[in-house]
C-alpha cells in the first residue's frame, strides 16, 4: 500500500501544502440553543406554576368543603351550595337565589369525591 495515494482519503492534512482547516464557529448555534432552551423551559416553570396553583386552590376549596357544616350525605354529581352562616361554613342543597345567605361557592361532588367547583 502507497502511503502517498491514501493520504488523499484522510480526513485530515498529511503535508504542510494541505489545504487550512478551519473549525467552524459554532457560537451563534450555541448562543440560539441556550436561548431556545431558556424560552423552553421559562414556558413550561410557567405552566407548572398554573398548575400548582389550580391544584393547591382545588385543595383549598376541598378543605373548606369537607370541614363545613351538613347534615347529609352529599350524592355523586349533584350541585351543592356552600355558605357562611354566623361565622360558620355551611353547605346545603338550598339555592343561592333561594336563601339570603353569603355564598360562597357552588361545588359538585365527582365519583373520585373531589369536589369541583363550579
Known amino acids: ?3 502517498l495515494n491514501t493520504g488523499a482519503f484522510l480526513p ?3 503535508s504542510t501544502l494541505s489545504p487550512r482547516i478551519i473549525p467552524n464557529d459554532l457560537t451563534s ?5 441556550i436561548s431556545e432552551i431558556e424560552r423552553v423551559t421559562q414556558q413550561k416553570l410557567i405552566e407548572l406554576k398554573q398548575e400548582y396553583d389550580r391544584v393547591v386552590e382545588e ?3 376541598n378543605k373548606i368543603v369537607y370541614e363545613s357544616e351538613f347534615n347529609f350525605e352529599p350524592i355523586v354529581g349533584e350541585t351543592y351550595y356552600l355558605y357562611e352562616i ?4 355551611t353547605l346545603s342543597m338550598i339555592k ?3 336563601w339570603g345567605q ?3 361557592g357552588s ?8 369536589w369541583a367547583k363550579i
Open 1 to 3: 500500500m502507497d502511503v
Open 12 to 14: 485530515y492534512p498529511v
Open 29 to 33: 448555534f450555541k448562543s440560539k440553543g
Open 59 to 61: 385543595f383549598n376549596w
Open 86 to 89: 354566623r361565622g360558620k361554613n
Open 96 to 98: 343561592p337565589e333561594e
Open 102 to 104: 353569603k355564598h360562597l
Open 107 to 114: 361545588f359538585k361532588l365527582s365519583v373520585d369525591k373531589i
